[in-house]
């Protein structure tokens, strides 16, 4: 069994910053890639960063590029997300993600209960 607990959010306004952080227990502890997903009302779940541990730079959506940057931190088993210049459309629920594989992140359903992130203008 594998569990996926996400901290973090919070109330901010346009041009805020905040910071998430997930923890991985269980077999996910082992997973060498982390992602941060989003779930905004009425919207599909969308991957915005993704990180893998056996190289390569990290990967962002086009919407998040350059105010976001995530990292992972091993010996600590956290990923943490770094949000900068925050919009209004930024503003849903965040989750984290671990698979072995960057391929794999669209298939992963171990879902958190995720935390909340609201942008206001």
């Known amino acids: 069994q594998g569990q996926l607990v996400e901290s973090g959010g919070g109330s901010v306004q346009a041009g805020g910053s905040l910071r998430l952080s997930c923890v991985a227990s269980?077999?996910?502890?082992?997973?060498?890639?982390r992602g941060w997903f989003r779930q905004a009302p009425g919207k599909e779940r969308e991957l915005v960063a993704r990180i893998c541990t056996y190289g390569g730079p990290p990967d962002y959506a086009d919407s998040v590029k350059g105010r976001f940057a995530i990292s992972q931190d091993v010996a600590r088993n956290t990923v943490t997300l770094q949000m900068n210049s925050l919009k209004p459309e930024d503003t849903a629920t965040y989750y984290c993600?671990?698979?072995?594989?960057?391929?794999?992140?669209?298939?992963?359903?171990?879902w958190g209960q995720g935390t909340q992130v609201t942008v206001s203008s």
């Open positions: 993600a671990a698979v072995r594989r960057m391929s794999e992140f669209q298939n992963f359903n171990n």
């Open positions: 269980g077999y996910l502890y082992a997973l060498s890639c």
